[in-house]
């Protein structure tokens, strides 16, 4: 049997490292393969199959950004019931997550599939790109039990403190997922739907592996009494998840506001946003790893009862986000042209993607910073704080872009998002100082009063 990871004790910064780094090129190999997806596409099958794909892309954000939310949330009760030694609870929760991440990845399927096509002409998607974002579309929430049956797998394994079983896993999927796409896009000239099939077998391959480690967790041996009698933990886990969710869906939909406008201005503008989103998805990872491993550090230590840890937890997680902005920023400030060279061939989606790479690279910090704040929120059980940021940045996206694009055109985009990302950060960085300040606070008076009963 395998044992979980434990958070709770010994030096902060060794563990959030050992943590952090297989977990970190878990995260960039699926942004790779996605950036493999969009570049096989793009030269593949030409410039307008890309922009069709990335047209789907909010979408998706959409879909999968709600299951991700829940699977998140859901985990958090994993990871402060490890923290705490509650086993019984701990069984109980996942076995919970997983009956109720069946019901909903069936539900999210006749959704997605149902409200496809009206939703994509909401979002004023060019005649030209129609028929394949249907068609990618159809494929690629078609198979979403499969994401997010590896989602919620992750999710509960980085709440053990596994972060080496998801990276092992995508590494195996990552190579099957670029092969298939080759083969099916180069050799039986499948068109998207070969790029979505290659996607979903990846999936269903990298839930496999992560199912089997979880299979064999000594802490984790479920019997069907843990299947019975959870309705109040049902309802637990919906009020941690469903705020998450629906952070991330409010989110996406502001995503979509903006991909509505950049729609509107022709296939060339939504071609390079395309190539622009994927290279900030993939820029993002590294900070957003660093969230990853503070929500699963707060969780653990705040089950513990070892508030103090939480905040040299943050200080290193803050590092890296720094180190990161620094680093991957300057890319996108300096080489904005090389970069969108790598996925599109037009000139023309070049020549506008290098005046939006720049402005998203002097404010990625907002988005890093964000990350941190808002999972350690998360972490401490109290996910309204992470929604409401997620209604802010809606508005700030939706607000700035139509104010401004009228004025300064394509660019606007980039505005938008850069706003959004400042200002949720600073909401959840306050929420986060104000919940350790209160939990540090709470911890001392019960000290003191053991200390004068002694």
Known sequence: MAKANDLTNGSVTS??????????????????????????????????????????????????????????????????????????????????????????????????????????????TDAAII??????????????????????CSCILR????????????????VVNIILDTFCIFVLRTGVEGAAAATIISQLVSSFICWQKIRRIDV???????????????????????????MNSITAVGCMVIQYFVNGLG???????????????????PSCTAGFAMSAFTSQNYGAGKYKRIRDGLRVCLAIATISYVTLGSLMVFFPTKLAGIMVSGSEP????????PICGICLIGVDYLFVFRNGCQGFGKP???????VLEMALRVGVIAAFIPVIGF?????????????????????FEYYLRKSLGRHAVKHEKISSAA
């Open 131 to 152: 028929h394949d974002s249907l068609v990618y579309g159809y494929c690629i929430f078609g198979g979403l039990i499969a994401t997010i049956t590896y989602n919620l």
């Open 267 to 285: 296939v060339a503008y939504t071609t390079a946003y395309s190539a622009c989103s994927k290279f900030i998805n993939l820029f993002m990872q």
């Open 384 to 390: 309204l704080v992470p929604m409401i940021s997620g």
């Open 220 to 246: 984790l041996d479920i019997s069907r009494d843990d299947f019975r009698g959870n309705g109040r933990l049902y309802i637990e886990l919906f009020k941690n998840g469903l705020p998450m969710a629906l």
């Open 411 to 431: 660019r606007a985009t980039a505005y938008a998002e850069a706003s959004a990302w400042i200002g949720a950060m600073v909401l959840n960085m306050t929420a």
């Open 350 to 357: 070049i020549s506008i993607a290098k005046t939006y790479l």
């Open 15 to 124: 563990l959030i490292l050992r943590f952090y780094f297989p977990m970190l090129l878990t995260n960039m190999l699926q942004q790779m393969y996605n950036i493999a997806d969009t570049a096989i596409v793009g030269k593949g099958i030409g410039d307008t199959a890309l922009a069709a794909v990335g047209n789907i892309g909010p979408l998706t954000f959409l879909v999968f950004g709600f299951s991700m939310g829940l699977a998140n949330g859901f985990s958090v009760i994993t990871a402060q019931s490890f923290g705490a030694r509650n086993y019984s609870r701990l069984r109980r929760s996942v076995a919970s997550s997983f009956l109720l991440c069946i019901i909903i990845a069936a539900v999210l399927t006749a959704l997605s599939i149902s409200f496809l096509r009206p939703v994509l002409h909401l979002m004023r």
């Open 159 to 174: 709440a053990l403190g596994d972060s080496k079983t998801p990276f092992i896993a995508i590494i195996i999927s990552t």
